[in-house]
């Protein structure tokens, strides 16, 4: 293999990987930037991987709906989904002020529970869905990627890539450049004085953590549909504490997750291709699938430093206290 | 509201959300079109129909409890330990090097694969606690990564300097075996072995610590409040660190149960056991006490095993038990709504006494 091919399949794959840690961890962020700790994201991710893998076989090949549409439609139903299941969250950690990690911990079984449940029902007892026909195929930005070396390294991915990194984006103007994303981190610093001045702490909280399920939602759907294409128990089995682990390490903020998702997706390219690529004539394979979790700490020890989260996060808020 | 009443609601928080959780159960299974009653009275006989039901019940039981010791224990410590997945593989992967390579009396061959898959595992969920006390890396990410590495390093190893025939180590000697002849008669040739009575000693062990010692009392300070603690003179760097250590033992423990007393080795495996998640479960349904702890591993290796017998015979899929008890959990975290229960049921009391 060519240098030249070996750098191609390594951007591509980097990009590829990382993309539903974007979406997952962008939701943390909103989650967790408004004081209500997220680590049901494995949970909402399941139940996105699920639906999306459902709903885009039941439109593609049984309603007939054309082949271009039926993923989107997966897709905005696994978002809508995980919106739902969200509440579920919100509603424990925000009305009944349960303990948020434990209420996390309950929907991740849930979660899980659920979608095998489904899968057994609808598919006649099989432990996994049968094998998405319309899932996403790589889309290639024409023009863009004819470039030498960039084209096919950055502009031949998922469609869901390059929305990915559009929410960055958007993610960014919204939380920092929005009334609506001022409101949101006030809430999330310091709920008492955001209440003072006449914000809703409940439901900014609501919303915050109602789009965090969303994005997870859309997180979970590029993983069954689109980097696999069929949803059984193992296709998200811990991308969800991967996306949590992102935005720790990007401090709780969009671009700070987008780079460590595209660090992760790195490395996992790295493990994934090194049989390809050749690295598995001088490092074990093993090493190779253990380089991105080594890494992480390694740089969480070392080059990041400590990382502050937002001050009320995890803190149920009640009206009155101090 | 005095001691004894929250004291009485401690116990009976987890009994309620128990309760409502089945109840929620029966409803879901009404509701896709299977026949709750049924449904629970296979999962009853599939507990409890023979011995060796009930035999292999307590084998899936046994490994809950070590898991859920080493979550509450870290919890009860102001510790999230996720990585008591890893541990127990670490713990496994200890137990069948010793059992297999070295050479040791019967007895005292299990009790040395027992004792250095705890220092090992013990070492490996130091490594996290040491992270966090002194750089300050959330114990959290750090334990999610370890069980990664942990998989992938006992795949390693196993590979390359464990391996027996097909894909697994070498069978551990006879003289390290966790197996009873005992219990394997009484229960009619069900896996049950020692690894339980360990599981029970070390949950006994975990309340003596926690509660009748000084040390204990520190550990529980830290986590309540680390700063109050600090003040007071405690050294809480090194509190977090001695946590992470004893909470990693007790998962090592639970892993050398499984190899020297149910496998007799261990497997390259592609994912993980689960057991440690599970053990998250099994703390939280039991409020993160060790005899709690102990009733939360039989409720839900119990519910689990049983449910086995459900899809067998009925199709009722085993996963409407991890629906019971994900609710379970969310119920208890949920408190409110149990309280509201609780001081309904109190009110009507109240009235029908008058």
């Given at each position: 293999?060519?240098?030249?091919?070996?750098?191609?399949?390594?951007?591509?794959?980097?990009?590829?990987?990382?993309?539903?840690?974007?979406?997952?961890?962008?939701?943390?962020?909103?989650?967790?930037?408004?004081?209500?700790?997220?680590?049901?994201?494995?949970?909402?991710?399941?139940i996105g991987a699920f639906t999306a893998a459902v709903v885009t076989i039941w439109t593609?090949?049984?309603?007939?709906?054309?082949?271009?549409?039926?993923?989107?439609?997966?897709?905005?139903?696994?978002?809508?989904?995980?919106?739902?299941?969200?509440?579920?969250?919100?509603?424990?950690?925000?009305?009944?002020?349960?303990?948020?990690?434990?209420?996390?911990?309950?929907?991740?079984?849930?979660?899980?529970?659920?979608?095998?449940?489904?899968?057994?029902?609808?598919?006649?007892?099989?432990?996994?869905?049968?094998?998405?026909?319309?899932?996403?195929?790589?889309?290639?930005?024409?023009?863009?990627?004819?470039?030498?070396?960039?084209?096919?390294?950055?502009?031949?991915?998922?469609?869901?890539?390059?929305?990915?990194?559009?929410?960055?984006?958007?993610?960014?103007?919204?939380?920092?450049?929005?009334?609506?994303?001022?409101?949101?981190?006030?809430?999330?610093?310091?709920?008492?004085?955001?209440?003072?001045?006449?914000?809703?702490?409940?439901?900014?909280?609501?919303?915050?953590?109602?789009?965090?399920?969303?994005?997870?939602?859309?997180?979970?759907?590029?993983?069954?549909?689109?980097?696999?294409?069929?949803?059984?128990?193992?296709?998200?089995?811990?991308?969800?504490?991967?996306?949590?682990?992102?935005?720790?390490?990007?401090?709780?903020?969009?671009?700070?997750?987008?780079?460590?998702?595209?660090?992760?997706?790195?490395?996992?390219?790295?493990?994934?291709?090194?049989?390809?690529?050749?690295?598995?004539?001088?490092?074990?394979?093993?090493?190779?699938?253990?380089?991105?979790?080594?890494?992480?700490?390694?740089?969480?020890?070392?080059?990041?430093?400590?990382?502050?989260?937002?001050?009320?996060?995890?803190?149920?808020?009640?009206?009155?206290?101090? | 509201?005095?001691?004894?009443?929250?004291?009485?609601?401690?116990?009976?928080?987890?009994?309620?959300?128990?309760?409502?959780?089945?109840?929620?159960?029966?409803?879901?299974?009404?509701?896709?079109?299977?026949?709750?009653?049924?449904?629970?009275?296979?999962?009853?006989?599939?507990?409890?129909?023979?011995?060796?039901?009930?035999?292999?019940?307590?084998?899936?039981?046994?490994?809950?409890?070590?898991?859920?010791?080493?979550?509450?224990?870290?919890?009860?410590?102001?510790?999230?330990?996720?990585?008591?997945?890893?541990?127990?593989?670490?713990?496994?992967?200890?137990?069948?090097?010793?059992?297999?390579?070295?050479?040791?009396?019967?007895?005292?061959?299990?009790?040395?694969?027992?004792?250095?898959?705890?220092?090992?595992?013990?070492?490996?969920?130091?490594?996290?606690?040491?992270?966090?006390?002194?750089?300050?890396?959330?114990?959290?990410?750090?334990?999610?990564?370890?069980?990664?590495?942990?998989?992938?390093?006992?795949?390693?190893?196993?590979?390359?300097?464990?391996?027996?025939?097909?894909?697994?180590?070498?069978?551990?000697?006879?003289?390290?075996?966790?197996?009873?002849?005992?219990?394997?008669?009484?229960?009619?040739?069900?896996?049950?072995?020692?690894?339980?009575?360990?599981?029970?000693?070390?949950?006994?062990?975990?309340?003596?610590?926690?509660?009748?010692?000084?040390?204990?009392?520190?550990?529980?300070?830290?986590?309540?409040?680390?700063?109050?603690?600090?003040?007071?003179?405690?050294?809480?760097?090194?509190?977090?660190?001695?946590?992470?250590?004893?909470?990693?033992?007790?998962?090592?423990?639970?892993?050398?149960?499984?190899?020297?007393?149910?496998?007799?080795?261990?497997?390259?495996?592609?994912?993980?056991?689960?057991?440690?998640?599970?053990?998250?479960?099994?703390?939280?349904?039991?409020?993160?006490?060790?005899?709690?702890?102990?009733?939360?591993?039989?409720?839900?290796?119990?519910?689990?095993?049983?449910?086995?017998?459900?899809?067998?015979?009925?199709?009722?899929?085993?996963?409407?038990?991890?629906?019971?008890?994900?609710?379970?959990?969310?119920?208890?975290?949920?408190?409110?709504?149990?309280?509201?229960?609780?001081?309904?049921?109190?009110?009507?009391?109240?009235?029908?006494?008058?």
């Open positions: 293999m060519s240098m030249i091919d070996m750098l191609i399949t390594i951007f591509s794959g980097t990009l590829i990987y990382a993309t539903p840690l974007i979406f997952t961890a962008l939701g943390g962020v909103f989650s967790e930037r408004s004081g209500v700790v997220n680590i049901a994201l494995e949970g909402l991710m399941v593609g090949e049984r309603m007939g709906i054309s082949p271009a549409l039926a993923p989107w439609l997966g897709v905005l139903a696994a978002m809508v989904a995980g919106m739902l299941f969200a509440l579920l969250h919100a509603f424990a950690s925000i009305d009944l002020r349960a303990d948020q990690v434990v209420s996390g911990v309950a929907l991740n079984f849930l979660a899980a529970g659920v979608a095998m449940f489904m899968v057994k029902k609808l598919f006649e007892g099989a432990g996994q869905t049968t094998t998405v026909q319309h899932a996403f195929s790589k889309f290639a930005i024409p023009g863009l990627s004819s470039i030498p070396l960039i084209g096919p390294g950055f502009f031949n991915v998922y469609a869901l890539t390059y929305l990915a990194i559009i929410l960055v984006a958007i993610s960014w103007y919204v939380l920092y450049k929005t009334p609506f994303g001022l409101r949101l981190r006030a809430v999330g610093e310091h709920p008492a004085a955001a209440d003072t001045v006449g914000v809703n702490v409940r439901r900014m909280r609501y919303m915050a953590v109602i789009i965090s399920g969303g994005l997870a939602g859309i997180g979970g759907s590029a993983l069954s549909i689109a980097i696999s294409s069929s949803f059984q128990h193992a296709t998200v089995s811990g991308h969800g504490f991967m996306a949590l682990a992102a935005m720790i390490f990007g401090k709780w903020h969009p671009s700070g997750a987008l780079g460590a998702a595209l660090f992760f997706g790195f490395a996992t390219a790295l493990g994934v291709s090194g049989q390809v690529l050749g690295l598995t004539a001088y490092v074990p394979s093993e090493l190779l699938n253990a380089l991105p979790y080594l890494l992480t700490i390694l740089a969480l020890a070392g080059v990041v430093g400590r990382a502050e989260a937002p001050a009320a996060n995890g803190k149920p808020y009640q009206k009155g206290s101090r | 509201m005095n001691n004894s009443t929250s004291r009485w609601n401690a116990f009976l928080v987890p009994v309620i959300a128990v309760v409502l959780g089945i109840l929620f159960g029966a409803v879901l299974m009404l509701l896709m079109g299977y026949d709750p009653i049924l449904g629970y009275n296979l999962i009853f006989q599939g507990i409890f129909g023979s011995e060796y039901f009930l035999g292999e019940t307590l084998r899936a039981v046994t490994p809950l409890i070590f898991a859920g010791l080493a979550v509450a224990f870290a919890f009860r410590t102001g510790l999230f330990n996720i990585g008591v997945e890893g541990q127990f593989i670490i713990g496994q992967l200890a137990a069948a090097w010793v059992g297999m390579s070295w050479d040791l009396p019967p007895g005292l061959h299990a009790l040395a694969a027992v004792m250095v898959a705890m220092i090992s595992s013990g070492l490996y969920a130091g490594f996290a606690g040491w992270l966090k006390a002194r750089l300050g890396v959330h114990e959290v990410i750090t334990t999610i990564m370890l069980n990664y590495i942990a998989l992938f390093s006992a795949n390693y190893i196993i590979r390359n300097f464990l391996k027996g025939q097909g894909e697994r180590t070498a069978d551990i000697l006879p003289s390290a075996s966790l197996t009873s002849e005992f219990l394997r008669t009484m229960f009619d040739g069900a896996r049950v072995n020692w690894g339980l009575i360990i599981a029970l000693i070390l949950a006994l062990v975990v309340w003596f610590l926690l509660w009748k010692t000084t040390r204990g009392y520190e550990l529980r300070a830290v986590g309540f409040n680390p700063h109050a603690s600090e003040y007071a003179g405690m050294n809480v760097k090194q509190n977090i660190i001695l946590s992470m250590v004893i909470s990693g033992m007790l998962a090592g423990a639970g892993g050398a149960a499984d190899t020297l007393g149910v496998y007799g080795y261990m497997n390259i495996s592609a994912g993980f056991t689960g057991i440690g998640f599970d053990g998250i479960a099994v703390a939280l349904i039991g409020t993160n006490h060790p005899f709690g702890v102990i009733l939360g591993a039989l409720l839900f290796g119990g519910l689990s095993f049983g449910a086995d017998n459900m899809q067998r015979v009925e199709g009722i899929p085993t996963e409407s038990i991890r629906i019971v008890i994900s609710m379970i959990i969310y119920f208890v975290a949920a408190s409110a709504i149990v309280q509201s229960v609780l001081g309904y049921l109190r009110r009507r009391r109240e009235v029908q006494a008058k």
